[in-house]
Every structure is written in C-alpha cells, then in structure tokens.
C-alpha cells in the first residue's frame, strides 16, 4: 500500500504538528513518519494508527493508483480479455494467475473427457494454446527478453522448463527504477 505523502503532509501541518509531534501521537518513529512524508509504501498497522490520530478513514490516506499486482480473479479476467493481444506487457505475479486459470481450465477439461470424450480436452487445449503463447509474448517482453524465446519450448523436455524459468524473470523497468532510485 503507498501512502498519499501529500494527503498526510497535509493533514499534519493543517494540525501544525512537526513530524516529531506526530511521531509521538502515533506511537511511530520519527524515521517512519520521515518516509511516508516522502511516498514510502505504508504497512496496515502504520495506517490505522496515523488513521486513528488523525481521525479520519484509513482509505483516505491512501493513494487512488491500483498496487502493481492485481487480485487474482482480476488477473486471471484481464489474461482471458487480453487473450489474443500480443502487444504489451504483462507483469509476473498477473501472468501466473493466469497461468492458474489455464491449468484448472485444463484440468476441469481433463474431467470432462473422461466423462463425455476425449474431444473436450482437445478442444479446451486448443482453445487455451493461442492465449497462453500471447500471455507468455507479454510476459517475456515485460521480463526484457525476446518473445521468440518461446521456441525453446520445442525442444524435448529441457525446453519447457528453460522457457518457464524465463517466464519468472522480474521485470525489467522495475529493476531500472531500482537501480536509478538506488
């Protein structure tokens, strides 16, 4: 969670209390409130006692930007929606949900062949295959590495699991922003 460092600059000076003062009302340290002031991520207990001194929701010390990493239902509707979209990214943590749901589509599909035929599971592979390689191009362009990396795939056995330790590289531009922040 990021707080919203103006929103709390706001509120302590509104009260004019220095971040000494409000470091004591809020039983946190100085160092802390030091940080939130200047847009550090803010954990759950942090936020309900500046929350609580300030007497106001917690949301509302909040920023409105949505964190980086979806809910997994979210994440698994937005790899269905972007199904067929190859251009793009698509951060790790999104990209696994996603890969979740295609396994349990799959597996529920494994079910359905043994009940009805084994048509169902062909179908369902088929229908998963497209999205799954446009999933996997937006991934890779996130991690900073070359969409055609997928062919690795091909090979027997190794292939496979080349392409999906690729898959868990961390992306790129955050690693620049790391490096740059650092």
Not at 73 to 87: H, P
Not at 118 to 139: G, K
Request: net charge neutral; aromatic share 8%; proline share 5%.
């Amino acid at each position: 969670m990021h707080i919203n460092s103006a929103r709390l600059r706001e509120l302590r000076t509104g009260r004019q209390w220095s971040q000494e003062q409000l470091a004591n009302l809020s039983g946190l340290n100085l160092r802390t409130i030091q940080r939130l002031e200047s847009g550090a991520k803010i954990s759950t207990e942090s936020l309900r006692a500046l929350a609580a001194v300030f007497e106001v929701p917690a949301e509302s010390l909040l920023t409105g930007n949505p964190s980086p990493s979806q809910p997994a239902l979210e994440a698994m509707r937005d790899g269905v929606l972007r199904g067929l979209e190859f251009t793009g990214t698509t951060p790790r943590a999104d990209f696994w949900w996603f890969a979740l749901a295609v396994a349990m589509v799959l597996a529920f599909a494994q079910l359905f062949a043994e009940a009805i035929g084994q048509w169902a599971l062909e179908i369902t592979s088929l229908l998963v295959l497209l999205p799954w390689i446009a999933a996997c191009t937006r991934r890779l362009r996130d991690a900073g590495l070359n969409p055609w990396w997928q062919l690795i795939s091909l090979a027997p056995v190794g292939g496979i699991l080349v392409l999906l330790y690729l898959l868990t590289y961390p992306t790129k531009a955050k690693e620049a922003a790391e490096v740059a922040a650092g």
